[in-house]
């Protein structure tokens, strides 16, 4: 059985460019999360979605956004590129919206 | 969610029983203690949960105190690949988050 997976690995973009990050949900998973973890600090809660709709969301402004496919796998959307917006991406999925996440090995985001 | 307090850092021999405690004195009836790891810039690892009785499971030992005010999660027999941060997380999974305090960071040595 496949774990959650994530994509790219590694990704430098410059401020005020956009960037896609990609999560694939482990099998038979239909809940996905995401969160952002800044270096030396623990991982920060962006949003959930379950079932393709948006189910709860963090203290982060509206140029985070996201998407769920009808598969479960899951897209985190960052607009106009912030320096503070360095940091580990990382992605849960669990069975449901109230069951134990899983992560998966994140996306280290480099902002220049 | 519980506020959760940890130590910040802790020490333990390689081959000795490791234990981690967390309070969480204002955790509410429903919320179950989680505990996850995290190795040094890998993704969270699931270690073990419980609500009111002891759990374990390959990875662990949970011991959750009669009054739930407070929790030890337990390796038995540390190895250096047990070196990681240790987060203990109140988790009702009604608010959807996991919320991440400091955690412990676990050094395992020789």
């Known amino acids: 059985e496949t774990g959650v997976t994530q994509s790219p690995t590694h990704l430098i973009k410059t401020r005020g460019q956009q960037v896609t990050l990609r999560c694939s949900s482990q099998?038979?998973?239909?809940?996905v999360s995401w969160y952002q973890q800044a270096l030396g600090q623990g991982p920060q809660f962006i949003f959930q979605?379950?079932?393709?709709?948006?189910?709860g969301r963090g203290n982060f402004p509206p140029r985070f956004s996201g998407l769920q496919f009808p598969n479960y796998s899951s897209e985190l959307n960052v607009n106009a590129l912030e320096l503070d917006d360095s940091a580990l991406y990382l992605c849960?999925?669990?069975?449901?919206?109230?069951?134990?996440?899983?992560f998966g090995p994140g996306t280290r985001l480099l902002v220049l | 969610d519980a506020k959760t307090t940890q130590p910040t850092s802790m020490d333990c021999a390689e081959g000795r029983a490791a234990n981690l405690p967390c309070n969480h004195s204002?955790?509410?009836?429903?919320?179950?203690v989680y505990w996850y790891r995290q190795i040094h810039s890998q993704g969270p690892q699931y270690i073990i949960h419980?609500?009111?009785n002891n759990e374990t499971n390959e990875m662990a030992s949970l011991i959750i105190t009669e009054d739930r005010k407070s929790s030890t999660l337990i390796l038995p027999h540390a190895t250096l690949r047990d070196t990681a941060v240790y987060y203990c997380?109140?988790?009702?999974?009604?608010?959807?988050?996991?919320?991440f305090g400091t955690g412990t960071r676990l050094q395992v040595t020789l």
């Open positions: 849960a999925s669990s069975l449901d919206f109230q069951e134990t996440q899983y």
């Open positions: 099998s038979g998973h239909n809940t």
């Open positions: 979605y379950y079932r393709e709709e948006e189910n």
């Open positions: 204002t955790i509410s009836g429903n919320e179950y």
């Open positions: 419980g609500l009111k």
């Open positions: 997380i109140g988790y009702t999974g009604t608010a959807s988050k996991l919320t």
